[in-house]
């Protein structure tokens, strides 16, 4: 059972450049979130997704599109990196349904140049 | 603006020890999640309080809630070495349940053998 796996674990963009970040769950899970991680600020909520073919804008939106094709992948693309955009993002999944707990992916470290 | 902000603390305390830290929050909340984050890794979840619950145990965790003051602590008894690592707290407000957390900065807690 694999859960989240994030992929690349490490990535450089120079700024204008634009890339996916993968994500796949494979727990049937139906919501799934995308989050950034800046030093001293704890995690953002950036997109999330209640299902395939639901998507919404979470606090941090910006420069960041998603869609929801499946119910296991939930990628994440950078239009147009920007400096401001270097982060750690994790992608987390849950089932549906009130009180139950995330299961974050170990992360994507992307430095932008 | 975020919801869940733990007291930012780095706390550093020997083996054996208790660890505390606190988390308070603005709003109205389904429930409040506590995340462990060991360096470099992904957040894996420690335990979880409904809004109308007051303390909860999870082996060497106990967690108290307090709505009237939007507060909740995080406590890990007879502390070991392994439970050195970030911990976060995070409020779930959303409609349908475990899809939008806020999380708060984080605590440092460094436990030494």
């Known amino acids: 059972n694999a859960g989240v796996t994030q992929t690349p674990k490490f990535q450089v963009l120079k700024t204008g450049q634009s890339m996916t970040l993968q994500c796949a769950q494979d727990?049937?899970?139906?919501?799934m979130s995308w989050y950034r991680q800046d030093p001293g600020m704890g995690l953002r909520l950036i997109h999330y997704?209640?299902?395939?073919?639901?998507?919404d804008q979470g606090e941090v939106p910006n420069g960041y599109n998603v869609s929801r094709s499946t119910t296991e992948d939930f990628p994440l693309r950078l239009l147009s990196a920007a400096p401001s955009q270097t982060s750690v993002y994790f992608c987390a999944s849950s089932y549906s349904g009130k009180h139950t707990e995330a299961f974050f992916g170990q992360g994507t470290r992307l430095t932008v140049v | 603006s975020q919801q869940g902000e733990e007291d930012p603390q780095a706390l550093s305390i020997q083996e054996g020890e208790n660890a505390t830290m606190n988390c308070s929050y603005k709003?109205?909340?389904?429930?409040l999640q506590w995340y462990r984050q060991n360096s470099g890794r992904g957040l894996v979840h420690l335990i979880l309080i409904r809004s109308n619950e007051r303390e909860k145990h999870s082996g060497r965790l106990r967690v108290t809630l307090d709505t009237s003051k939007k507060s909740s602590s995080l406590l890990i008894t007879a502390s070991r070495a392994a439970d050195t690592a970030s911990y976060f707290c995070a409020t779930d407000r959303g409609s349908y349940g475990n899809n939008r957390l806020a999380f708060g900065k984080g605590n440092q807690v460094v436990v030494i053998p």
């Open positions: 709003t109205s909340i389904n429930n």
């Open positions: 727990m049937n899970h139906e919501y």
């Open positions: 997704s209640v299902g395939a073919g639901i998507t």
